[in-house]
């Protein structure tokens, strides 16, 4: 069964930064588009971040400029590392293989 178990998640002043780490198993990580996701209580799960098994990458309009994803293949591992973070990025943070497989997340919460 795979896994996805991320970590890296906290609690932090607005301005702040934090790296959250998704680590995956049971999987051939290489070869999936690795994505963020985030869900914030009464709202829609959006898209943060995504990085395709080229490098390419994508992000969400509220986090471009701050966010920035990457993937180490030999870890199979994906990175998100959020700078500059606001109170309006407090969410629960997924990891997704693929759209495939999901994490069960990690909590960031940012104070104002």
């Known amino acids: 069964q795979v896994q996805l178990v991320e970590s890296g998640g906290g609690l932090v002043q607005a301005g702040g930064s934090l790296r959250l780490s998704c680590a995956a198993s049971r999987i051939i990580f290489s070869i999936y588009t690795m994505g963020w996701y985030r869900q914030a209580p009464g709202k829609q799960r959006e898209l943060v971040a995504d990085?395709?098994?080229?490098?390419?990458?994508n992000y969400g309009d509220s986090v471009k400029d701050r966010f920035t994803i990457s993937r180490d293949n030999a870890k199979n591992t994906v990175y998100l590392q959020m700078d500059s973070l606001k109170p309006e990025d407090t969410a629960v943070y997924l990891c997704?293989?693929?759209?495939?497989?999901w994490g069960r997340g990690t909590q960031v919460t940012v104070s104002s």
């Open positions: 990085i395709t098994t080229g490098g390419r990458t």
């Open positions: 997704t293989a693929g759209y495939l497989h």
